[in-house]
């Protein structure tokens, strides 16, 4: 787990140098996300996913995150549709990836939520029936606390994302593969008592010192309750519409046997 992380931020070094990306939000001692959500929209379209990103401090300001996240596309939920439209990219149907425009030195994303890669556990199906084969979400939602309040944790929800393209010497006049994770700009929360991340795998759902060593993408858990309601709500009405998306993410806090829990009372 360690070498992973630290392949995550030393790919986060590299991109960061790399690229000057716009700006995050001003660090802050609460998030407003919650009153934002209840306004948020979905969207099916390319979005970068945050919820199990590791972040480190921005070379040029320490107050902002840099994220390294999965470029997805599908259903999520985040700020009206026509003002996170990607830019400079699009999906490949033929060839099954992702591409950067010509012209276009990088591609453009805005982070939003879903429950792509949701772990598959049973009585937590959206669309059972629906459930892509060889299907291997493995993510649970996992509750952190910090009892000085002093706890800190990465606002990546509507966050601007940059991707590279996979050859940062490739010929800019002609499209070229991108990058299958974005790097973007999240605020930095601070002074927090209690907030949600997600994590890979019931490994670290039991790990206790996870949500205090790492500055990981989270949220309040008011806004972790409105945006699961909504997406989920329009998952189940509209059956069919994003089979990468089967099933509803399961909290996973305090857990020394995931496979019982219970999912987010969705």
């Known amino acids: 787990m360690q070498k992973i992380i630290l392949s995550l931020i030393l790919m986060i070094c590299l991109i960061s140098i790399l690229i000057s990306g716009v700006t995050a939000d001003s660090t802050s001692n609460q998030s407003d996300n919650s009153q934002t959500l209840a306004v948020a929209s979905i969207c099916n379209q390319p979005y970068a996913l945050c919820d199990t990103a590791f972040c480190i401090p921005d070379q040029n300001d320490p107050s902002k995150m840099r994220c390294s996240c999965t470029v997805e596309n599908g259903s999520s939920v985040g700020k009206p549709c026509d003002e996170w439209k990607p830019v400079g990219m699009y999906y490949d149907d033929y060839w099954r990836q992702w591409m950067i425009k010509a012209g276009y030195s990088v591609g453009q994303v805005t982070s939003t939520y879903s429950f792509a890669h ?3 556990i049973e009585g937590n199906e959206i669309d059972p029936n629906n459930t892509p084969a060889g299907y291997t979400g493995d993510v649970y939602m996992k509750s952190c606390s910090n009892a000085t309040g002093n706890g800190v944790w990465a606002d990546c929800w509507d966050a601007p994302c940059t991707v590279l393209p996979k050859d940062i ?34 490994d670290l759902c039991d790990n206790k010192t996870l949500c205090n060593n790492f500055i990981i993408s989270g949220a309040s858990i ?21 089979s990468s998306q089967p099933y509803e993410a399961a909290f996973c806090e305090n857990c020394t046997n995931c496979e019982s829990n219970t999912s987010a009372g969705l």
């Open 169 to 202: 010497n490739a010929d800019i006049n002609v499209d070229r593969p991108a990058s299958q994770y974005a790097v973007c700009d999240c605020g930095l929360m601070v002074n927090q008592s209690e907030w949600d991340i997600a994590v890979h795998g019931t």
């Open 222 to 242: 008011p806004t972790t309750k409105v945006g699961m309601y909504k997406l989920a709500d329009y998952l189940r009405e509209n059956p069919g519409v994003d």
């Open 118 to 120: 949701a772990a598959p």
